[in-house]
């Protein structure tokens, strides 16, 4: 069982012996005062991760000490990468908008969010995928230019070529036909060999409008082979694994982020990707008769995306340090976050392939509410991400 985290608060009149521990409110302006852990070779063995959404921002505005928690790394050549389960748009664009909003510089090597290690299945980069949640044709987009998958399709592609694949959609049509694009192959269930098929489902985003994508999915997963319109005849059958359902070649179904909650700008958190799944799957449950659905989730707490963050961190560690040339550079991470679920729970059930120990910080300007109990229990919650810089420097030194 997890040590019960520490909480780290201001003392109106620390003792002598913490005075330098606690008493300083910014660091990164009290230089002296923080001398930061270094190898004989003069350059830092840790390193950070920060989550975004409640932690450096909530909805678009910057959280007070972000900027200044930052450039203090930045200026002590301590590295971080931003490590996030939003997504939506691309790498690019989202660098370029968190550079202008926290005024620090940043770049792509910096960051990993929830579907950027969709970009290593190159599997599915000449097959036909599904893309899934995100405004307008946004994640498509990230798909074919940033990823390099060759044939995607949309929800709203499959609507304005078929609208009465989900009638209660047409309200939205104006919505969807302002990007829909013509689909590589009509979808025909007496002809199987001349239809549409999807081989994989990615969901990039948070759906906009479940109807229509829980519809489709269902379809798809239900489907032959991935052919619309079509309904397997190994569905239901008792003799097959899981009652034959995802039995006959379906797509494979992917999702980038857990998340149930996110914060946002509203007073209370807002459902998330996370949501929908679960919804979906309820869906599932309810039309199979309890069959088990098949998928795959990436997006923190998952190994594989720590694993994808900490290659990010390490090759950014040596970019920072390329002159020193050492094999084994980063011994403890610390990771920053406002979710238990995913923050949390990522990193301390993280087991790092290259040794490294990752320590969790659970600041209070997101999901978490000063006085909960964390469903996952942190290595140390503070109030927000200056404080957790700078008891991370602290703790370095032990």
Same mark, same amino acid.
């Given at each position: 069982?997890?040590?019960?985290?520490? %909480?780290?608060? =201001?003392?109106?009149? *620390?003792? @002598?012996?913490?005075?330098?521990? $606690?008493?300083?409110? &910014?660091?990164? +302006?009290?230089?002296?005062?923080?001398?930061?852990?270094?190898?004989?070779?003069?350059?830092?063995?840790?390193?950070?991760?920060?989550d975004?959404?409640? %932690?450096?921002? =909530?909805?678009?505005? *910057?959280? @007070?000490?972000?900027?200044?928690? $930052?450039?203090?790394? &930045?200026?002590? +050549?301590?590295?971080?990468?931003?490590?996030?389960?939003?997504?939506?748009?691309?790498?690019?664009?989202?660098?370029?908008?968190?550079?202008?909003?926290?005024?620090?510089?940043?770049?792509?090597?910096?960051?990993?969010?929830?579907?950027?290690?969709?970009?290593?299945?190159?599997?599915?980069?000449?097959?036909?995928?599904?893309?899934v949640?995100?405004?307008?044709?946004k994640?498509?987009?990230?798909?074919?230019?940033?990823?390099?998958?060759?044939?995607?399709?949309?929800?709203?592609?499959?609507?304005?070529?078929?609208?009465?694949?989900?009638?209660?959609?047409?309200?939205?049509?104006?919505?969807?036909?302002?990007?829909?694009?013509?689909?590589?192959?009509?979808?025909?269930?007496?002809?199987?060999?001349?239809?549409?098929?999807?081989d994989?489902?990615?969901?990039?985003?948070?759906?906009?409008?479940?109807?229509?994508?829980s519809?489709?999915?269902?379809?798809?997963?239900?489907?032959?082979?991935?052919?619309?319109?079509?309904?397997?005849?190994?569905?239901?059958?008792?003799?097959?694994?899981?009652?034959?359902?995802?039995?006959?070649?379906?797509?494979?179904?992917?999702?980038?982020?857990?998340?149930l909650?996110?914060?946002?700008?509203?007073?209370?958190?807002?459902l998330?990707?996370?949501?929908?799944?679960?919804?979906?799957?309820?869906?599932?449950?309810?039309?199979?008769?309890?069959?088990?659905?098949?998928?795959?989730?990436?997006?923190?707490?998952?190994?594989?995306?720590?694993?994808?963050?900490?290659r990010?961190?390490?090759?950014?560690?040596?970019?920072?340090?390329?002159?020193?040339?050492?094999?084994?550079?980063?011994?403890?991470?610390?990771?920053?976050?406002?979710?238990?679920?995913?923050?949390?729970?990522?990193?301390?059930?993280?087991?790092?392939?290259?040794?490294?120990?990752?320590?969790?910080?659970?600041?209070?300007?997101?999901?978490?509410?000063?006085?909960?109990?964390?469903?996952?229990?942190?290595?140390?919650?503070?109030?927000?991400?200056?404080?957790?810089?700078?008891?991370?420097?602290?703790?370095?030194?032990?």
């Amino acid at each position: 069982m997890a040590a019960t985290p520490r %909480v780290f608060q =201001r003392l109106a009149r *620390p003792p @002598p012996h913490v005075l330098t521990r $606690l008493s300083h409110p &910014q660091p990164w +302006r009290q230089h002296r005062a923080f001398q930061t852990r270094v190898q004989s070779s003069g350059v830092p063995d840790y390193a950070f991760a920060f989550d975004i959404d409640g %932690v450096l921002l =909530r909805s678009s505005n *910057p959280l @007070p000490g972000a900027h200044e928690a $930052l450039t203090y790394l &930045q200026r002590h +050549r301590i590295p971080f990468i931003l490590l996030t389960n939003g997504g939506g748009k691309s790498e690019t664009e989202r660098v370029s908008e968190l550079s202008e909003k926290l005024n620090v510089e940043l770049n792509v090597d910096m960051f990993v969010q929830s579907h950027t290690p969709f970009a290593e299945m190159h599997e599915y980069k000449d097959k036909t995928v599904l893309v899934v949640g995100g405004d307008y044709d946004k994640c498509q987009l990230v798909a074919k230019e940033h990823y390099g998958f060759q044939n995607v399709v949309t929800p709203g592609d499959l609507l304005c070529a078929y609208p009465d694949i989900w009638p209660f959609s047409k309200v939205f049509m104006d919505y969807y036909k302002s990007f829909a694009k013509p689909l590589p192959k009509p979808f025909n269930p007496a002809n199987p060999a001349e239809s549409l098929k999807i081989d994989a489902i990615f969901v990039y985003n948070d759906p906009r409008d479940w109807g229509l994508d829980s519809s489709i999915l269902l379809d798809l997963l239900l489907s032959s082979q991935g052919h619309l319109g079509t309904l397997s005849k190994k569905n239901g059958d008792a003799s097959l694994p899981n009652r034959g359902y995802q039995q006959d070649g379906q797509p494979a179904l992917f999702y980038s982020n857990p998340d149930l909650w996110w914060a946002s700008s509203h007073p209370l958190p807002r459902l998330g990707q996370g949501g929908f799944r679960v919804a979906f799957d309820g869906l599932w449950k309810s039309v199979t008769g309890g069959a088990k659905l098949e998928h795959t989730i990436f997006g923190k707490p998952y190994q594989p995306t720590y694993e994808f963050a900490e290659r990010r961190l390490r090759a950014h560690w040596k970019a920072l340090f390329e002159q020193v040339g050492l094999n084994d550079p980063l011994k403890r991470v610390y990771m920053v976050g406002d979710n238990p679920e995913s923050d949390i729970r990522g990193a301390n059930e993280y087991q790092s392939p290259h040794g490294s120990k990752w320590r969790s910080l659970l600041v209070q300007t997101g999901v978490y509410r000063e006085g909960a109990v964390p469903s996952c229990e942190p290595t140390v919650i503070v109030k927000d991400v200056g404080e957790a810089v700078r008891w991370a420097v602290e703790d370095a030194k032990g």
